[in-house]
């Protein structure tokens, strides 16, 4: 466990109260909705079987009773619908804000319009089926809907496009954030629009099937109704009826929904009201149990919410800057999604906290975040101080040898080491993190700890010192001298983060340590050697007994003398195996 995971999880353990719920209603959503999408995908399908035929479409539609209208299939299915209705309503109920992003509207809007464009429709056949055994095959329902009843069939298909539209989004909210959406839109764009297509293309075939089968026999209709138990009108006045209560059921259910949240907010704002403070003097009063992120948009503070609040894209993460014990305990899916950008123990996720107090917090991405950002790497990218290794390098006496040169020369030569050095740096695990001139600098444990980074950086300047031998074999014949190297390494801590402006911005590293290795490798001068590493270098990098001769060194900027090892060469120090290991 990093030590980032151990600190949220030590978070986790001393901040209290329960907020599970959340977890399993998202579990459930999404689970109930892919029941639903691949039920549809099915049915679709069976419907593009009628761009064969007629019987093709009914020979399928064997094989899709057999998989929906078994009991585990009917109890999957009718269960998802349900669950997946209540908790669109129990979303309303939760909401503090109706106002939405576009996708979020659509979604909504077509979500609560698929059950009353489908009522008519499940009643005439599912209902059918289980109150007058009515077989409802698909000359049955092609009869009523594109023979008999053509407004009804194209509410029938508007409600087919609606539910679909209504899933994509839902889909694509879901797998936006997968690193490899991107690459597989062009497929997932294809599919999502073969499928409708397909289907309402068989639609239309098969209805034209039927109708024909009207008009050349017309015995046809009688005999379908009686092969079916097609409900007498009777009956079919009391589904009727029965559309109506449904209609009004849903009516009932979608006002008290808002009733139930009206009454909610109300005694919520009765219960007192909690500050919540920005950055820029900004404050915000909310309601006890609102998100953080609500409070943010319903006081028109910009703030990022790639994935709608839904604590999945991480972008709207915030650092908590006061009492991180007086806060509710992260769920289970918010500890995910922050160990997946290995967040920092105080930073929470703003749609997921719901403070019970004052609190003090600042956005970490900017308003405009992308959902790539969801995926930001380590915590070191958001600035924090953390104990590295520093590596500096320098090329001796370069500046006479670029006069001697020309510029192309210059360049070809520089190129070269850059690329023999960047290699060796890579190799043992380093990060370069500039050029300067003709001199490197490199990170080294920025994603491990300092007892790796001072490890892997002295196998840097190991195998940096091979490079430069092969380099120099390779150049002689341009060289008038070999290349030289000063190399140095010191550890400690520095404030690493990423920095800079525009394209010009990398991880990077500041403070004394970084000053500090700089001025061990210009001490390579003064002795005259390969290598100057500090005492901790060694230390932590595992070498036992050096060899090397010390002193206590005074390095500009530092108030105490250095204890520093001075090395010849720096193939002298041990060879190391598997130091990328974590
Ligand atoms: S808005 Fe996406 S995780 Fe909070």
Redesign the pocket.
């Known amino acids: 466990m990093s030590a980032t995971t151990e600190n949220i999880s030590s978070a986790r353990a001393v901040t209290s109260g329960k907020r599970r719920i959340p977890v399993t209603i998202r579990g459930l959503r999404l689970g109930t909705g892919l029941v639903l999408f691949v039920y549809v995908i099915t049915h679709l399908s069976n419907h593009a079987l009628g761009l064969i035929s007629l019987e093709a479409m009914e020979a399928g539609r064997e094989y899709f009773l057999l998989a929906w209208r078994n009991p585990v299939g009917s109890v999957l299915l009718i269960g998802s619908l349900l669950v997946h209705m209540m908790l669109a309503l129990y979303a309303v109920y939760r909401r503090r804000r109706l106002k939405m992003s576009v996708g979020e509207a659509v979604q909504f809007i077509l979500g609560f319009a698929a059950p009353i464009l489908l009522v008519g429709h499940i009643l005439g056949t599912r209902a059918a089926l289980q109150l007058y055994d009515t077989d409802d095959t698909y000359a049955y329902v092609l009869l009523a809907l594109w023979v008999d009843d053509p407004t009804h069939g194209i509410r029938q298909s508007s409600a087919t496009v609606i539910i679909w539209i209504h899933a994509c989004i839902g889909i694509y909210y879901w797998l936006r954030l997968r690193p490899w959406f991107a690459r597989a839109l062009a497929w997932l764009y294809g599919f999502a629009l073969l499928i409708p297509v397909l289907g309402l293309l068989g639609f239309v075939n098969g209805g034209r099937a039927v109708g024909q089968l009207v008009a050349n026999d017309p015995g046809f209709r009688l005999d379908l109704a009686l092969d079916t138990n097609a409900p007498t009108p009777d009956q079919a006045a009391q589904l009727g009826v029965l559309e109506d209560r449904i209609f009004i059921f849903l009516g009932a259910l979608l006002v008290g929904t808002l009733l139930a949240r009206a009454i909610r907010l109300y005694a919520e704002r009765r219960r007192g009201v909690l500050r919540i403070s920005y950055p820029a003097g900004r404050v915000a009063e909310a309601a006890p149990g609102s998100s953080v992120?609500e409070v943010s948009l319903l006081n028109d503070i910009p703030h990022a919410?790639?994935?709608?609040?839904?604590?999945?894209?991480?972008?709207?993460r915030v650092r908590v800057n006061s009492d991180l014990a007086a806060l509710p305990e992260p769920s289970d899916a918010e500890l995910k999604?922050l160990r997946r950008v290995k967040a920092a123990p105080d930073v929470r996720?703003?749609?997921?906290l719901r403070p019970t107090d004052d609190i003090s917090v600042t956005p970490l991405l900017p308003p405009n975040a992308s959902p790539r950002d969801g995926f930001a790497k380590a915590a070191s990218t958001q600035g924090q101080e953390q104990e590295i290794a520093v590596l500096f390098a320098d090329i001796r006496g370069f500046t006479s040898l670029s006069e001697q040169k020309l510029p192309y020369d210059v360049v070809f030569i520089l190129n070269r080491y850059f690329r023999s050095m960047g290699e060796a740096i890579e190799g043992a695990g380093g990060r370069v993190d500039k050029f300067i001139g003709d001199g490197i600098m490199a990170l080294f444990g920025v994603d491990q700890n300092a007892k790796q980074g001072c490890a892997t950086a002295l196998q840097a300047a190991r195998a940096m010192a091979y490079r430069l031998d092969e380099l120099n074999d390779l150049l002689k014949a341009d060289l008038p001298t070999p290349l030289r190297i000063g190399i140095g390494i010191h550890v400690g801590p520095a404030i690493v983060g990423e920095m800079g402006y525009a394209s010009a911005t990398s991880i990077t590293a500041i403070g004394d340590t970084v000053n500090t290795a700089s001025r061990l490798e210009s001490k390579t001068k003064e002795y005259g050697v390969q290598l100057v590493i500090s005492q901790q270098v060694a230390e932590l990098g595992g070498i036992e007994n050096p060899v090397w001769p010390s002193e206590d060194t005074e390095v500009r900027g530092r108030k105490e003398p250095l204890r520093v090892y001075i090395i010849d060469d720096a193939r002298e120090l041990p060879e190391r195996k598997n130091t990328q290991s974590r």
């Open positions: 992120l919410s790639v994935c709608g609040g839904r604590g999945r894209c991480s972008t709207c999604v996720l703003a749609c997921q």
